[in-house]
């Protein structure tokens, strides 16, 4: 995967003077040029802007000065995260032309170090999806297979960094992803624990679940791109009030001694070609010093249905504020309601009323103790077995993604299909843990696979510890 240049050499060559933050961007332009009409990451490729950027990187260097850990690195951002006066879609008809006049917490930490913004990449709308399918503005190809998807919500972040468009990317993750499309596309995707890094201006799905994390290559990148964007923020109050971690710091510390969890009654739905590579990640963890141990998860087979009852409950409050007035689109009419009703039965696809309907219908009076209520229930239960396993494992292995990238149209017809792409990944958000993909090897029809691990509440600089050594294994 070293086919293009990763995160830490490119800022280390920018700084030390051996290219310049121009020749780099040049680069990925070129290869935007080659194969983004194919591919298409990007709602907007940010030319003119990267340009001016990356030479005003290269003056700082010239001068002497400090350009930062991510001098002249090419990152591309999910059109979920404000941007100041650049559009701001979240591939979505109703959003269409809004530029929002404030910058994401993340979106300046990475400018900051010096970061380039290539451009905003392709979601499924309001990141709700797990194929890039969604997209008001068609969909976005895997660079591995043009023939398949390349996962979602975030699939236009993972497959400009496949595609080597950028070094770099950040992505949400309410349910996966990040995660999954990271597998899909042979990246490595991390969610960061609920509260690491600052979600201000990342546009709201399912707030009790969004989080944001990188893509990249290498599980060093990962590590530097979460350094960054992790910390206090006190613009964001469900920020946990702490430094960020020292991560990098952490990756070569193997992994003798490490308890690592291998779920005994894990829900049904992998296919082989996954669960063997699963199994070769944990031998290659035992060969390197590690313990495995079996925890069991028994709640764990519930995840999906409570997921799919509070991330809607939620959507369907947040969505409320596309009313026509406050943001982009408006259908004209004679009268206010009608004006409401038109604006949004234009401006929303299919997959996002669906969820508004499920949502609403969930928080309804005399349903709401039965549906969300319950639910709640579960999501205690289900962060009770993490609390039990992590009692007796440091990390636990799973897979990403129960299968690998699939071909486009195979689950568009079958929502609930679709919704178990994410039944490894979801359990993760309702505890608010961290965790992460590795690619580790190549699955069915040649495609890669990804392994999470997953780790509790600010476990990150462990996870990052194994997630290093199945890199170093594979
Ligand atoms: N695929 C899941 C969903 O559609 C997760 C999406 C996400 O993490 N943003 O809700």
Known sequence: MAEFPGVS??????????????????????????????????????????????TEVDARVKRGENPGRLAGVPIALKDNMCTRGVETTCSSRILEGWKPPYDATTVQKL????????????????????STENSAFGPTRNPLDTSRVPGGSSGGSAAAVAAGFAAGSLGSDTGGSIRQPAALCGLVGVKPTYGLVSRYGLVAFASSLDQIGP?????????????????????????????APDLVGALGAGVKGLRIGRVADLPEGADPDVLARLDAALEALARAGATIID????????????YYLIAPAEASSNLARYDGVRYGRRVAAGDINTMYADTREAGFGDEVKRRIMLGTYALSAGYYDAYYGKALKVRRLIADDFARAYATADVILTPTSPSVAFRFGSKTDDPLAMYLCDIFTIPTNLAGHPAMSVPFGIGQDNMPVGVQVLAPTLGEATMFRVAAELERAV
């Open 215 to 243: 893509f990249t290559h290498t599980v060093e990148d990962a590590a530097i791109l979460t350094e960054v964007i992790a910390g206090h923020d006190p613009l964001d109050s469900t920020s946990i009030p702490q430094p």
């Open 111 to 130: 400018a900051a170090e010096g970061a380039v913004f290539v451009g905003k990449t392709n979601l499924d709308e309001f990141a709700m999806g797990s």
């Open 295 to 306: 925890v069991t998860l028994p709640s764990l087979s519930f995840a999906l249905t409570a």
């Open 9 to 54: 050499s490119i800022a280390a060559d920018v700084a030390a003077g051996r290219t310049t933050a121009r020749d780099v961007l040049d680069a990925h332009l070129a290869r935007i040029d080659a194969r983004e009409g194919e591919v298409h990451a990007f709602n907007l490729v940010m030319r003119e802007r990267a340009m001016a950027v990356a």
